[in-house]
């Protein structure tokens, strides 16, 4: 394994040497899409899902040793799963970015969009396994916060300092299924992923997927961070929530001999979930 200034480097990460599988975007910090070939199956195999990274994948340690800041408690996320128990999901991460570079070629130097063009492969799908968020937070909602929970936040860190918040309101209805994951596809979440645990916000776009989740707080205000006020903002500073989901015909492939016009695309603007409780 390859270190630098004690981080993991991600450019020597082993996705980034799986050209069959990813299209590498850039190094550090890492990024790759999913080659349409491997999206043709349901769920999208752990060595072939996306990796959208914003800095280098932290030292992070395993589930028994990483401490997990829930408001102003420590907890131990392997306690946390024993006393609520393990709730299972299919989710699928889709990032904001994804297919950016047909947007691009469709609005020319219209584009806003400031991110590098992408193809169709910053989605992918998966079985999440983890504990549910609400039933962690109930304690120290009814404690603390009770009759002010529709205005509150929760902000959510990762180790290598991304943040974002999501409205308290959201994590708390159970229905919603926010989820801390310790597990993807019955395997324990691989290090792009986020491992040892990371937070499954189904319906909402990747961003708020936050890998190596190293805390989780209740806030009066949505998060300052620049990830939730500048980045993955609409132009009047709204955060992007939602995103529609994109369907595309993965069994031709855009190649030299086969005509272009034989790649359709279907733009499926339907609804964002298409996630299935177990
Ligand atoms: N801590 C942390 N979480 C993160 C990110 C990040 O850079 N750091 N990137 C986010 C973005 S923009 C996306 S699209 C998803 C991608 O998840 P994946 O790499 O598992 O596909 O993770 C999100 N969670
Ligand atoms: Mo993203």
Redesign the pocket.
Known sequence: MDRQNGLYNPRRSKSALRPLVHAARTGV?F?AETSPVMLRTFVTPNHA???????PV?EAGNAAEMPLQVGDKTANYLDLLEKHGKATLIST?????NRLGEVAEAMGKDSYFEAAPSGIG?I?NAEWGGVRLADVLKEEVEKKWKGREDNLHVEF????????SIPLKHVMKRSNNVLIVHEMNGEPLPR???SPF??IAPGL?????????QSVEIIEKQSDSP?QTKF?TFHDGTPIKKWPHTSFITSHENRPCMAPKVLVVLLLFETTKIDVLL
Not at 49 to 55: G, K, P, S
Not at 93 to 97: A, D, K, M, N, S
């Open positions: 910090a990024e899902f996306y990796v959208r990274n914003h800095a932290p991460i889709q990032c904001t970015g910053l992918s860190t990762g180790l290598d300092g991304f943040t974002k792009d992923h986020g990371r937070l776009v990747g961003a708020y997927q936050i890998k190596w989740l990830w993955y």
